[in-house]
């Protein structure tokens, strides 16, 4: 028997970094910020503007501020404006100023060695690269509240203070904060809060029906056509607005039950693929979550997976775990990080939701700190992990 073809067409357009020409529902937010800029656009030496997106878990906050920095950055080059659009994860860079701003700068300077340099002369160097280039940015700040979590008020200062201090010279950065949580601005003294807060732009969650419009473009773009039916679409649509109306979750679920489909060789996305797939979500492990860890966090999970994989167990001790990373790190060519390093690992990963730890007496050893995975299948977490492993590496 001859296997049926794939129902995809192209899983990129389903991929969670993928951004979409057409935002369903956010033209209102993408108009209004072009409008913002677009007015700085003709007095660019005044580009400071600020301004919040806030919003649910999926509610499109990346994706609105990606496809407006791609947007508004060709329009800047249409009038002849050196204007660059830098879009940052706070949380990729455990939340520090300086290794955010080290990034920015690469982007002029891709070999200044800023090793060594505080957040202040970094963002010094960063803005005589813009005068020299005559250069404009707006830099969003991506996952802002890991930044305010770890550097509270000074870091905003830092980001604005210096700006300040350019009387004559041109106003050169812009910044957007992201956030989900307007609350997180709660931690900043009020001067810097008020510094943020001059334009807020809030994400609602989806609605079903708005869900299925976005749902509808991504089948049009990656599925192959009469693969999935109105059906399953609003299935789909439905289970996502169970989900607080979580765009992700919708794209990715839907991506899973086309895997589905695959798999059984159906043909097509059947409502049984969908039902499938949710059960094979779990509400604690999120691509998106798996793929912001750092790449020792991502070997030391990994070890984990393989330790549970093999042994059937529900528990494993840190240093059985600690053993299989000396193991991994071999295979993947890297320096093992110390044992204090690994522990706080634990504690990442545990407040994450993906580890659990608990403390177990040992009997005459005293106490010792038990692992366990409880919610998420080795298999998956393994292959989502190696994958991601192996894209760092190429
Ligand atoms: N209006 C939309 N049209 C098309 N795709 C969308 C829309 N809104 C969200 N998405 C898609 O849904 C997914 C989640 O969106 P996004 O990553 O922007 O959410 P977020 O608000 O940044 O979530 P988080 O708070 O978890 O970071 C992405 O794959 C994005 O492309
Ligand atoms: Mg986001």
């Not at 404009?136 to 979590?149: A, K, N, Q, R, Y």
């Not at 003294?189 to 609605?207: F, G, H, K, P, W």
């Not at 634990?346 to 700190?369: C, D, E, M, Y």
Request: include cysteine.
């Amino acid at each position: 028997m001859t296997p049926r073809r794939s129902v995809f067409k192209d899983e990129s357009k389903l991929d969670i970094n993928y951004v979409p020409r057409r935002l369903p529902h956010r033209e209102e937010e993408h108009r209004l910020l072009m409008e913002f800029f677009n007015f700085l656009l003709r007095f660019p030496e005044r580009m400071a503007q600020r301004v919040i997106i806030t919003g649910d878990v999926g509610t499109g906050k990346t994706v609105l501020a990606q496809r407006f920095g791609t947007d508004i950055t060709s329009e800047a080059n249409k009038q002849g404006v050196n204007l660059r659009y830098i879009h940052v994860n706070c949380r990729e860079y455990r939340g520090k100023l300086f290794l955010i701003l080290q990034h920015a700068l690469t982007a002029f300077r891709p070999t200044f060695p800023s090793r060594g340099y505080s957040a202040e002369e970094i963002l010094r160097i960063f803005m005589q690269a813009l005068d020299e280039d005559n250069a404009f940015v707006i830099l969003t700040l991506d996952e802002f509240d890991t930044l305010i979590e770890k550097e509270g008020s000074e870091a905003v200062y830092t980001l604005t203070r210096l700006q300040e201090m350019r009387t004559g010279k041109p106003q050169r950065l812009s910044l957007i904060s992201v956030m989900r949580d307007l609350k997180s601005t709660e931690r900043l003294d009020a001067s810097a809060r008020s510094t943020l807060q001059r334009n807020v732009i809030r994400l609602e969650r989806y609605l079903k029906d708005q869900l299925v419009d976005i749902l509808n473009d991504r089948v049009a773009m990656a599925f192959e056509p009469s693969t999935v039916s109105e059906d399953v679409v609003d299935l789909v649509a439905e289970l996502a607005v169970s989900e607080s109306g979580n765009a992700r979750f919708a794209i990715e679920l839907l991506w899973r039950a086309g895997k589905y489909a695959d798999a059984e060789d159906a043909g097509q996305v059947e409502p049984e693929c969908v039902r499938k797939a949710v059960s094979s979500i779990l509400p604690t492990l999120r691509r998106s979550e798996l793929t912001a860890l750092g790449r020792h966090e991502k070997l030391f999970l990994l070890s984990a997976a393989r330790i549970f994989k093999e042994s059937q167990k529900a528990y494993a001790s840190l240093s059985e775990v600690e053993g299989a990373y000396a193991v991994v790190c071999e295979e993947y060519n890297e320096t093992p990080k110390s044992h204090t390093q690994l522990w706080k690992y634990v504690q990442l990963l545990s407040a994450l939701g993906i580890l659990k730890t608990s403390v177990a007496s040992t009997g005459a050893h005293g106490r010792s700190t038990r692992i366990s995975l409880p919610a998420v299948p080795t298999v998956e977490l393994e292959r989502e992990l190696s994958t991601l492993l192996e894209k760092e590496r190429a």
